[in-house]
């Protein structure tokens, strides 16, 4: 995932300083690109300490750990999305109303358990 994701940043970047060489010149591409692999390098780096470390399946809902230890949402399913077997995106509401978006794709889990989650994610977005 690492790979491709740098690999999608090189693409951006290169995208942004042929589109700008052509119109601004070789100064302003190379500060374009720049931009680019920096905008998109913080997001990368923001995307993977968001990355849940350890998920808790309880009576009372979900609770997700990110890989530091720290507790990011507890709350229970509220709604899920599933494409195929390989991604699920849950919705989890916290005790105060708000909800957060988990996206979960099948290669962090083990295939069983990443099926359990997604019947149980199912279930439960059903049950108010």
Do not use: N
């Amino acid at each position: 995932m690492h790979l491709a994701t740098l690999l999608f940043i090189m693409v951006a970047a290169t995208a942004a300083c042929v589109t700008v060489a052509s119109h601004l010149g070789a100064r302003a591409a190379i500060a374009a690109g720049l931009a680019v692999c920096t905008i998109l390098g913080m997001a990368t780096v923001r995307w993977a300490r968001a990355a849940p470390g350890a998920l808790k399946i309880g009576s009372e809902g979900l609770t997700v750990w990110c890989r530091a230890g720290i507790l990011r949402v507890q709350g229970r399913i509220a709604g899920c999305s599933q494409w195929s077997d390989s991604l699920l995106m849950l919705y989890i509401e916290e005790d105060g109303g708000r909800v957060h978006r988990l996206l979960i794709v099948a290669d962090m889990l083990g295939r069983d358990a990443f099926r359990q989650l997604a019947v149980l994610a199912r279930r439960s977005a059903h049950v108010f």
